[in-house]
Antibody
Framework: QVQLQESGPGLVKPSETLSLTCTVT?????????WGWIRQPPGKGLEWIGS???????YYNPSLTNQVSISISTSKNQFSLKLSSVTAADTALYYC??????????WGQGILVTVSS | EIVLTQSPGTLSLSPGERATLSCRAS???????LAWYQQKPGQAPRLLIY???SRAPGIPDRFSGSGSGADFTLTISRLEPEDFAVYYC??????????FGQGTKLEFK
């Protein structure tokens, strides 16, 4: 059974880079599926950030393309998110997710990242 | 970009009643590409329905999805206390690859 767990700092300063890692257990990241990130500002809806295949092929939400980078570490069975030049608008719960292509299941429990000085 | 509009924004019902939630797309969405999620406070969303009408494993049969084209519906036949939550629809398609509706909050009447 695939399980996902986010980790990383809960507080990031404005203009800096947000970095999160998702550790996958119960499944080899190289066996298939896309691995991705979704965020949810406090009290608001869901926004897909981007996804990556185990080959390293990644695709992003065009609204975030200039800010975002997703990478994969097959040796650690992890994938990571970097979001540069963050502002208060990037404060959100960040979820790592997996998808066979169309829907997202399962989800990690989420990690709250606050952008503040 | 395909915009998904969910209605109503809030639905107030009592346990035992039937809930009907709507998701309308700004363009045609392939039926295979529409999913529904349930999110309870403090929890991650959980997949309920995929392919517009297929229940995810472990989802009770009181949950059903229907629709095609640009109009989709999530129906909960008889509400249980644990069903009061926020529900999101999601589509896969043109850029951006994935978009979500703004959510319908199902609350106790």
């Amino acid at each position: 059974q695939v399980q996902l767990q986010e980790s990383g700092p809960g507080l990031v300063k404005p203009s800096e880079t947000l970095s999160l890692t998702c550790t996958v257990t119960g499944y080899s990241i190289t066996s298939g599926y896309y691995w991705g990130w979704i965020r949810q500002p406090p009290g608001k809806g869901l926004e897909w950030i981007g996804s990556i295949f185990h080959s390293g092929e990644a695709y992003y939400n065009p609204s975030l393309t200039n800010q975002v980078s997703i990478s994969i570490s097959t040796s650690k069975n992890q994938f990571s998110l970097k979001l540069s030049s963050v502002t208060a608008a990037d404060t959100a719960l960040y979820y790592c997710v997996t998808t066979a292509g169309v829907w997202f299941d399962p989800w990690g429990q989420g990690i709250l990242v606050t952008v503040s000085s | 970009e395909i915009v998904l509009t969910q209605s109503p924004g809030t639905l107030s019902l009592s346990p035992g009643e039937r809930a009907t939630l709507s998701c309308r797309a700004s363009q045609t969405v392939g039926s295979s590409y529409l999913a529904w999620y349930q999110q309870k406070p403090g929890q991650a969303p959980r997949l309920l329905i995929y392919g517009a009408s297929s229940r995810a494993p472990g989802i009770p049969d009181r949950f059903s999805g229907s629709g095609s084209g640009a109009d989709f519906t999530l129906t909960i036949s008889r509400l249980e206390p644990e069903d009061f939550a926020v529900y999101y629809c999601q589509q896969y398609g043109s850029s951006p690859a994935y978009t979500f509706g703004q959510g319908t909050k199902l609350e106790f009447k």
